[in-house]
């Protein structure tokens, strides 16, 4: 007699759930604010959810979907956001009423690597970013140059060698290699030869921490959830990596810094401070006790936001070079002008001298800007400036690089690589939120500098030696992988990289 129940106990859990999975969807029409139907459960993110598209190219079309509007009201699964399309609203929010919006809202523990700099919310963010902001200026970077052309040195020798054996790379995974190789020279004084040699722990490191990762639709689905159960969204085994890591360097050099100039001896520098005080980016008095945990956190984000997001660029960059044999020209005339200057030595200096590689730099990350989307959460009700909406304390704003970056009205032919966009008065035209792949204000990239000064040596290492033309394996769309945490190319990038014809090597 039971069973005649199961079917309507079936239907009556079903009911209850769809109930549950759909019970905020009225929010934004309440509110009258414009936005694409969600679905149950997922909300707007089922393509992300499901692996099938990355995160950041779900964010672009919902950009997309909604082309006259400043603001779309969107559910990351169940929890009501708001997708912030209009540049003025971008602006107060990153840059004007930045002290309504210091956190990024990404709850999890904030224990262990949970402290680092791109993590940490509120008065610790504050703290961390005013000691560690002085590590990334460019007299720091440019005492550290050195390092990173040493790497560029060797890693340029591996190429010549690995070039004779076929014209063939994946450029991708070939950059990685070199960059990898600075991070862990500039980060943890480390000198070991990624070149030749596979390192499981960093590959190991890479897949944990850079695939998108469940809790992060379940913190999306019940924000804080994370954090209140004390979950970190980095397993137990690369947190031991970084500790016994960063122990070791700190016990070698005697807990104090040395002469290499890097990354572990300015946090060495600043860990003999202890706590410091400091009242620069807030109005309230914000301390951080600089641990051994805190220099080891700190370590991790500047080597996993170090070394793939560089990696990622200059394989998007020389595949444009591919494809644009023109562009490739005008760059390496620039480059073998300015090296003439130098007497061959790439230096700091005529680094930054090259313009025309600074646009071209641009330009790759105008169409690949690797960090998608940018959030920011609303520390206190908010009235979005322009419209009549308030938003309350708590909800997510989430903003677009891409859905910009490839908007016609601020990058006419948005899908033709042209470096020309960066002249000047070109850009000096343009709505200044209308670039963001660093983000924007005073939560902006810290190591942007860093980021561009090695891929950009990187390639000027590789064009004074090398030509770059497309192979019969060069893909002319290139698809993002779904499933990784950053913009990336799915099955990478294949170019031919052939030695230059003009020049003696
Ligand atoms: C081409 C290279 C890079 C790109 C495209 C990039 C992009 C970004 C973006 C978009 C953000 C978020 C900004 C925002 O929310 O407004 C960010 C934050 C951050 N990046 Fe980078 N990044 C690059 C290189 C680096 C490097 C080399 C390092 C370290 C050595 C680094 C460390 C960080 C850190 C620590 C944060 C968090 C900053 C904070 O919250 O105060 N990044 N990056």
């Not at 561009?452 to 030696?465: D, G, N, T, Y």
Request: aromatic share 12%; hydrophobic share 40%; glycine share 6%.
């Amino acid at each position: 007699m039971a069973f005649h129940y199961i079917p309507l106990t079936v239907i009556a859990l079903c009911a209850a759930l769809y109930f549950y999975f759909t019970r905020t969807f009225n929010y934004w029409k309440k509110r009258n604010v414009p936005g694409p139907e969600p679905t149950a459960f997922f909300g707007n993110f089922k393509e992300s959810a499901l692996r099938r598209k990355n995160v950041g190219v779900v964010v672009q079309e919902l950009y997309n979907s909604f082309p006259n509007e400043k603001v779309i009201g969107i559910y990351r699964m169940t929890t009501p956001s708001l997708l912030i399309r209009d540049l003025d609203v971008i602006k107060h929010i990153m840059i004007k009423d930045f002290e309504l919006f210091a956190d990024r809202g990404l709850e999890f523990s904030k224990k262990g690597l949970g402290q680092n700099l791109f993590h940490a919310d509120g008065d610790t963010w504050r703290g961390l970013r005013n000691r560690f902001t002085p590590i990334f200026t460019s007299g720091k970077l440019k005492r550290m140059y050195y390092l990173m052309h040493d790497r560029a040195e060797k890693f340029i020798a591996f190429l010549q060698r690995e070039a004779e054996k076929s014209p063939e790379f994946e450029v991708h995974s070939l950059v990685q290699k070199f960059t990898v190789s600075t991070i862990t020279a500039c980060a943890f004084g480390l000198d070991i030869n990624t070149l030749e040699e596979k390192f499981e722990a960093l590959e190991l490191i890479d897949k944990m921490v850079l695939e998108a990762n469940f809790s992060l639709e379940l913190d999306m689905m019940y924000p804080g959830i994370l954090k209140k159960l004390g979950i970190s969204i980095f397993p137990g085994k690369v947190l031991s990596f970084f500790k016994v890591l960063v122990n070791n360097v700190i016990n070698m050099r005697n807990g104090k810094p040395t002469d290499r100039n890097d990354f572990m001896d300015l946090m060495l520098g600043l860990r003999e401070m202890g706590t410091v005080t400091s009242n620069k980016l807030g109005s309230a008095d914000t301390s951080v006790d600089i641990t051994d945990d805190v220099v080891a956190a700190q370590a991790f984000v500047f080597y996993v936001g170090g070394y793939e997001t560089s990696a990622t660029t200059v394989s998007y960059l020389l595949y444009q070079l591919a494809l644009n044999q023109d562009i490739q020209d005008k760059l390496v005339k620039e480059i073998d002008e300015e090296l003439k200057q130098s007497n061959g030595e790439v230096t700091y200096d005529c680094l930054m001298n090259m313009k025309y590689l600074n646009k071209v730099f641009d330009e790759t990350l105008r169409m690949y800007s690797i960090v998608e989307p940018l959030q920011r959460k609303a520390t206190v009700d908010y009235k979005i400036p322009g419209t009549d909406l308030t938003v309350e304390k708590g909800t997510m704003m989430i903003i677009s690089p891409r859905g910009i970056h490839y908007d016609e009205k601020y990058y006419p032919k948005p899908e033709v690589f042209d470096p020309s966009r960066f002249d000047a008065e070109v850009a000096g035209a343009r709505h200044p939120c209308a670039y963001l792949p660093f983000g924007l204000g005073q939560r902006n990239c810290i190591g942007m500098r860093f980021g561009r000064l090695q891929s950009i040596l990187c390639v000027v290492k590789i064009l004074s030696k090398f030509r770059i033309e497309p192979s019969k394996n060069t893909k002319r769309d290139l698809p993002v992988k779904p499933s990784k945490a950053l913009i990336g190319p799915d099955g990478g990038i294949l170019v031919n990289i052939v030695p230059r014809r003009d020049i003696k090597t």
